[in-house]
């Protein structure tokens, strides 16, 4: 594949090294520096556009390739108010797109599985559950969008919950999620099911980033051939 990387940071860089190791070509780097190449002309023959930049750039740059019908997976958290309109453009388009809180495919199984324990603990109301992120001082979004997404898992799951909320304001109805921003620690999630008999956990944590750019890159080797909407669990077979 001819990939465009769009944002050439830590993940940039990351996905980079993995694409290269999987025999794909990169063709186009985008960063805040050069913004005005993502256009028809530089992207003339890409596969499938990478991007991994802030809240406030994401989807402003989604709707630019799906619009130029570039297929595009996408990393960043915290612009989910827009998702729909993504969704509506890439269909016009006639194109490909992608987006995943966590592109892992460790926690992509961690998702699955924490789905999977809400259903079961929704028959047994003495148990409570709280999730714990842990991620680096940098990362900008808090709560993180993997505990979003693992506390959505958990609300289509038991009838007890309809959301989330911050550990020290969160109603009876919601789950509360605690974000620790500290060191450099790539991402650590823990969901946790409490009671005054024992304890049930689920813990994933990252060692590095190189789970999200592989798994970036391999949603990209699978959408970049398709047309539609997808999620990780089309990728994963899930």
Known sequence: MNIAIIGYGRMGHEIESIAFSRGHTLKLIVDKDNLSDLNEAK???IDVAIEFTTPETAFENVIK???MKVPVVCGTTGWLKDYNEAVAVCN????????SSNFSIGVNVLFRLNSLLAKQMSHYSDYKPFIEEIHHVKKIDAPSGTAITLAKGIADQHPGYSGWGFENDS?????PIRPVREGMIPGTHTIVWDSEIDTISLKHEAKSRKGLALGAVVAAEYIHTRKGVFTMDDVLGF
């Open 92 to 99: 016009e388009s006639g194109t490909s797109f992608i987006h």
């Open 65 to 67: 390739c799906l619009k």
């Open 171 to 175: 109603k009876d109805n919601q789950i």
């Open 43 to 45: 992207t003339e023959g």
